[in-house]
């Protein structure tokens, strides 16, 4: 059964830090990792998708990495702002379960 | 559509009571997953449709819970006897195959009174 663990639970830095989040994963037999944001009382927002064959993925500030052989992947926000605040989860989907199972979830505070 | 459209956004209802929760996905996606988010928790899995069947539906809590989905489209998952701890934010999301990544909808939050 896979699971999924991001570590910090809460992050808080000051405004203009570049930062990582970080995601490991129990069964490295996944098709992909994808990562959302969740702003209080929303929805989740996809931000980076990387499909198992893929080692990184950018998106402007945002750079998500893929090592499947240590189950591992990593969030990179560079020149964090007070909009980045939310909560950021991963995903792995599994080749055999047909669904995703999801992380608990860091909470990035940006001060200004 | 553009995106995956939940109806209704929120919805209040008694403890008893049956309710409905409708998701329609992104035209032509034939993966839809429904997961539930209780308050200041991770998302828990409920059940994933591959066209209009649904090879896991492991995730559903008890016998109260079903989900069915018509047409390759509309999905309803229906709560039936309502009970307080089924309280939660039900998020619904659609991908264009089963390895694809996900799309979400905004959600429906439910509250049992």
């Known amino acids: 059964k896979q699971e999924v663990t991001q570590i910090p639970a809460a992050l808080s830095v000051p405004e203009g830090e570049n930062l990582v989040l970080n995601c490991s994963f129990t069964?490295?037999?996944?098709?992909?990792l994808q990562w959302f944001r969740q702003d209080p009382g929303k929805g989740l927002t996809s931000l980076l998708l990387?499909?198992?064959?893929?080692r990184e993925q950018t998106s402007g500030r945002l750079n998500a990495s893929l090592d499947k052989s240590s189950g591992r992947s990593t969030l990179y926000i560079a020149a964090s702002q007070p909009g980045d605040s939310a909560t950021y989860l991963c995903?792995?989907?599994?080749?055999?379960?047909?669904?995703?199972?999801f992380g608990d979830g860091t909470t990035l505070t940006v001060k200004p | 559509g553009a995106g995956v459209s939940q109806s209704p956004s929120n919805k209040v209802t008694e403890k008893g009571k049956d309710v409905e929760l409708r998701c329609d996905p992104i035209?032509?996606?034939?993966?839809l997953y429904w997961y539930r988010q209780s308050l200041g928790q991770g998302l828990e899995f409920l059940i994933y449709?591959?066209?209009?069947?649904?090879?896991?539906k492991s995730g559903l809590p008890s016998d109260r819970f079903s989900a069915e989905r018509t047409g390759g489209s509309v999905s309803t998952l229906t709560i039936q006897r309502t009970q307080q701890e089924d309280s939660a934010v039900y998020l619904c999301?659609?991908?264009?195959?089963?390895?694809?990544?996900?799309?979400f909808g905004s959600g429906t939050r439910l509250t049992v009174v």
């Open positions: 995903a792995a989907m599994n080749t055999n379960a047909g669904k995703s199972t």
């Open positions: 999301a659609s991908s264009l195959d089963g390895a694809g990544g996900y799309t």
């Open positions: 990387i499909q198992s064959s893929q």
């Open positions: 449709f591959q066209g209009n069947s649904a090879p896991d």
């Open positions: 069964d490295s037999a996944i098709y992909n």
């Open positions: 035209s032509g996606h034939t993966a």
